[in-house]
C-alpha cells in the first residue's frame, strides 16, 4: 500500500500522483443512475451502523459504511435535484379559476404533487425512509468525515485519513483536536497534493482564482471569473432550496392543515439556512455575504476597466445586503456626480436582476418564517380574544389545592449566541 511521504523524500512527486487518483476513488464506486443494489438502503440504517462500528472499534467496517452513507447522501440530494429540474422545466399552464384564488394555489399544488410523485418513483433513494434533520445536520457539518479520518487513522491508512481530516475543517475550522492533528502531519510529511476538499462546490474555485486575478490587476480575467462563481453560486442556492422541499419528515396521524404548517415553516428555515450552509471557507476564514462579496469585487473590477456601466448596477446590488457600508455609498455618489463622463444612464443606477431576486426571496422567507412562527405560536387568548379563552379554558390542575398553602414556580433561561464575522484583511488570498 502506498504511505504519505516523509519530507525529503526523492519519490514524493510519484506517490503524490498516486495519492490524487486514489482520493478520487472516494466516490468512484457512486452512480446517480446505476447506484449499487447491495449498498442501497436508508441513510439513517447505513450512519447508524457505520457508527455502532465505529463505537465498536470495527475500523473497516466503520469505513465501509460511512463511505456509503456518504454516497447515499449524495444521492438523495442528486436525486431531489433531478426532479426539482424536471418538473421545473416541464411545468404545465395553470387552469383558470377566475375569482377563487385559493383554487389556483390548489391547482398548482396538485400539479407539482402529481410530477413530483412520477418522477420520484422512478429513484430508488426517494422511495426509502427520509433522514431526520438531525441527520442531515451531521452531514452538513460533515460530521461523517471526521468518523472517516479516525477510523482510517486507525488502520494506519492517511493518504485516505487526511483528505477527510482537511475536508472536514473546510466546515469546521475552529475545531482544536482536528487542528492540531493536522499541525502534527505537516510536521512530519509533505502534504503537497493531499489538501482536498472531497465536498468542494463548483463555485468555490472561481470565486478565489477571480478574488487572486483583482489582487494581481488582472481585472479582465478576473471579472469572467467571478461572473462564473456568481452564476454557479446563484444556481446552487436555489438547488439548495429545492432540497428543503424534497426531503421532508411526515407524520401522518395529525391533522392536514396542522402537519401543512408545521413542514412549510421547517421547510422556511431551512431554506434560510442556504446561505450558512454554502458559504466557502477561504483561507481557514468563512466568507459572509457571499453574494454580496462577489458584487463588491465586480463592483471594483469593472471600474478598473473603466466600465461604469457594468460596475454601478454591481455596486447597486452590494448596497441591497450591505445598505449602510459607507465605502460603497460614497462610491455610488462619485458614479453620479460623474455619470456624464462614464457615460451612465438613469437605469444604470439599479441592482442586477439576478441580486435584486436574490434579496427579495431572502428577505420574502424571513417575513414569511416571522410570520409563521407569530401565528403558528398564538395562545388561546391572542387567537380567541380574553373572554372567550377563559370560557374555553379548562379547571385549573391546582383548583383543588387553592387556599391550602403557598405554590411558585420559576423558569430561568439563559441564552448566549456566538458572533463571529470573516476579515478580509486575514485571508491568504
Known amino acids: ?28 464506486h ?50 431531489v435535484r433531478h426532479c426539482f429540474l424536471h418538473c421545473d422545466r416541464t411545468k404545465e399552464v395553470g387552469a383558470s379559476f377566475p375569482g377563487d384564488p385559493d383554487l389556483r394555489v390548489y391547482w398548482h399544488v396538485l400539479m407539482e404533487a402529481s410530477c413530483q410523485r412520477r418522477c420520484r418513483a422512478h429513484f430508488p433513494a426517494l422511495q426509502l425512509p427520509s433522514p431526520s434533520s438531525k441527520i442531515l445536520e451531521e452531514f452538513n457539518r460533515r460530521s461523517p468525515y471526521r468518523y472517516l479520518h479516525f477510523a482510517h487513522r486507525k488502520l494506519n491508512d492517511l493518504q485516505r485519513g487526511v483528505p477527510c481530516a482537511y475536508t472536514f475543517l473546510q466546515k469546521n475550522p475552529e475545531d482544536e483536536e482536528m487542528l492540531q492533528m493536522m499541525e502534527e502531519y505537516r510536521s512530519q510529511y509533505d502534504l503537497s497534493g493531499f489538501l482536498i476538499d472531497l465536498e468542494e462546490r463548483s463555485y468555490e474555485t472561481p ?39 424534497g426531503i421532508a419528515q411526515l407524520t401522518p396521524d395529525r391533522d392536514f392543515y396542522e402537519v401543512l404548517a408545521d413542514v412549510y415553516a421547517d421547510m422556511l428555515r431551512c431554506k434560510l439556512k442556504c446561505e450558512e450552509n454554502l458559504k466557502p471557507n477561504v483561507g481557514g476564514h468563512f466568507v459572509e455575504k457571499f453574494a454580496a462579496t462577489i458584487y463588491h469585487y465586480l463592483q471594483y473590477a469593472y471600474y478598473k476597466l473603466n466600465d461604469g456601466r457594468s460596475a454601478v448596477p454591481c455596486a447597486h446590488s452590494y448596497i441591497l445586503f450591505e445598505p449602510d457600508d459607507p465605502i460603497m455609498k460614497h462610491n455610488l455618489l462619485y458614479y453620479k456626480e460623474y455619470s456624464q463622463q462614464w457615460g451612465l444612464q438613469a437605469e444604470d443606477f439599479t441592482p442586477r436582476e439576478e441580486a435584486l431576486q436574490h434579496h427579495n ?64 484583511g486575514e485571508s491568504d488570498i
Open 1 to 28: 500500500m502506498v504511505t504519505l511521504c516523509a519530507k525529503g523524500d526523492s519519490l514524493i512527486f510519484l506517490l503524490c500522483v498516486t495519492f490524487v487518483t486514489m482520493t478520487a476513488a472516494q466516490f468512484e
Open 30 to 79: 457512486y452512480s446517480f443512475r446505476n447506484f449499487p443494489q447491495e449498498d442501497l438502503m436508508p441513510l439513517t440504517a447505513a450512519y447508524g451502523t457505520a457508527l455502532d462500528s465505529y463505537a465498536a472499534g470495527n475500523w473497516t467496517e466503520s469505513v465501509r459504511y460511512l463511505e456509503i452513507s456518504l454516497r447515499l447522501h449524495r444521492l438523495l440530494k442528486d436525486s
Open 207 to 245: 470565486f478565489v482564482d477571480g478574488v487572486k486575478l483583482v489582487s494581481s490587476g488582472d481585472y479582465s480575467r478576473s471579472v469572467d471569473h467571478l461572473e462564473e462563481a456568481l452564476r454557479l453560486y446563484l444556481q446552487e442556492y436555489g438547488l439548495c432550496q429545492a432540497e428543503c422541499e
Open 361 to 424: 426571496q431572502t428577505v420574502t422567507l424571513k417575513q414569511m418564517l416571522t410570520s409563521a412562527d407569530r401565528y403558528l405560536n398564538l395562545d388561546d387568548e391572542d387567537f380567541f380574544g380574553a373572554e372567550e379563552a377563559a370560557c374555553l379554558a379548562p379547571e385549573s390542575p391546582d383548583a383543588e389545592f387553592d387556599g391550602l398553602g403557598d405554590y411558585e414556580e420559576s423558569i430561568y433561561a439563559n441564552w448566549s449566541q456566538a458572533k463571529g464575522k470573516w476579515d478580509m
